[in-house]
């Protein structure tokens, strides 16, 4: 199943890219995630790391496609069995930025995470963040 979420705040887009290139941010818009574990701190193709989330679940990832100048990227995760490929864009809009998520994995997954997303998402494009 894909799933879109899209999302407009204030802060300005560049802001919200780098929210997203750098790994030791994620914790401060996604409060699903505790830890990022990487070899690198900046996003990059072919990067594998761990999001620790809650209760310490490790979900392994590897980051597929970065293009900095389009503020787009895309990563795989894994939990056991279940895979899913999230596709993030950052666009300039009236006032500030939106963003787009696009979520392609099993639809109990793209359903159950799309609340906590959106949420996420809310928080990144935020300007007092």
């Known amino acids: ?3 879109t979420i ?3 705040g204030d802060a300005d887009p560049a802001v919200a890219w780098s ?19 990487a ?21 392994p990832f590897e980051v597929l496609t ?3 100048d ?4 895309s990563w795989h995760v894994r939990f056991g069995p279940v895979h899913a490929t999230l596709d993030h864009a950052v666009r300039p809009a009236p006032g500030g930025c939106s963003t787009e998520l696009v979520i392609d994995a099993p639809a109990f997954v793209a359903v159950g995470y799309r609340p906590l997303a959106t949420l996420a998402l809310r928080r990144l494009v935020r300007s007092d963040l």
């Open 70 to 73: 389009a503020m787009q990227w």
């Open 66 to 68: 970065v293009d900095a």
């Open 19 to 37: 929210r997203y290139e750098n790994l030791a941010l994620w914790t401060t818009w996604s409060p699903q995630i505790q830890e990022v574990i």
């Open 1 to 3: 199943m894909r799933a």
């Open 39 to 59: 070899a690198t701190p900046r996003i990059s193709p072919g990067l594998n790391g761990l999001v620790v989330g809650p209760l310490g679940v490790r979900v």
């Open 6 to 8: 899209t999302v407009t």
